[in-house]
């Protein structure tokens, strides 16, 4: 990906300019806690908007941590603006031995149905990844812009490229996706690394990691024991 280690290495200006995103931050808890995936769980059953979810993983943005177990370095930029138009629920990255790794989370309504009965996409998810073109179409016009440090005029997201995987969490898993529209999904996975997952199925994805590191590993309280 990189010529050289200089070309992929977080540089030092990275960490400065972005110390309030880190999950290394002091302010910050680097282990997803318990409670608060168990919080997540009780939340998601309350079939809530896209706001509320927002505002709870803003709150707890430690959660994020599952998904980027690694040592060298966790960043999330929770509603961070693109240029003028453009405003990704989350972006986040991980710094890995073969560079930087980022990925956009769009968050929709649990109540949302993302496929309506003639197959297709439904409206909701047609707007999500709309969005999601959008912004990759934005960082492929001004790339250079936004991967230049704030010093010189950029924002300072070293290795972004508009190829980032890109994640839709959107309506739940018991009524959102019948068998037969599996196909639309890994179409769009594989075609533009873009997944589609009910709400569920993200709280799934967050407590597997967590389990598998912290209480596989480390010997913590599993989120099923009472």
């Not at 991967?147 to 290795?159: C, I, N, T, W």
Request: charged letters at 30%.
């Amino acid at each position: 990906m990189y010529e050289d280690e200089s070309d992929w290495r977080i540089p030092d200006w990275f960490w400065t300019d972005h110390k309030r995103y880190s999950l290394f931050d002091p302010d910050q808890r680097q282990i997803p806690s318990r409670d608060s995936i168990l919080s997540l769980r009780e939340l998601i059953e309350t079939n809530p908007d896209e706001k509320s979810v927002q505002h709870f993983l803003e709150r707890n943005l430690n959660l994020f941590y599952s998904f980027m177990r690694t040592g060298h370095g966790n960043w999330v930029f929770p509603r961070l603006q693109l240029g003028k138009d453009f405003i990704p629920d989350f972006l986040y990255c991980a710094g890995n031995s073969g560079g930087p790794s980022w990925r956009f989370l769009e968050l929709e309504s649990s109540v949302h149905t993302p496929f309506l009965k003639s197959g297709q996409f439904s409206q909701p998810l047609r707007t999500a990844v709309d969005q999601i073109r959008d912004w990759r179409r934005y960082v492929d016009d001004n790339g250079d812009t936004l991967r230049k440090p704030r010093s010189q005029g950029g924002q300072g997201l070293f290795g972004l490229r508009s190829g980032a995987f890109a994640k839709i969490v959107i309506g739940r898993r018991k009524d959102s996706y019948p068998e037969r529209y599996q196909a639309l999904r890994r179409e769009i996975r594989e075609n533009e690394s873009i997944e589609i997952v009910s709400h569920d199925t993200f709280v799934d994805d967050v407590t597997t990691r967590w389990e598998d590191y912290y209480v596989h590993t480390r010997g913590q309280q599993s989120i099923e024991q009472p």
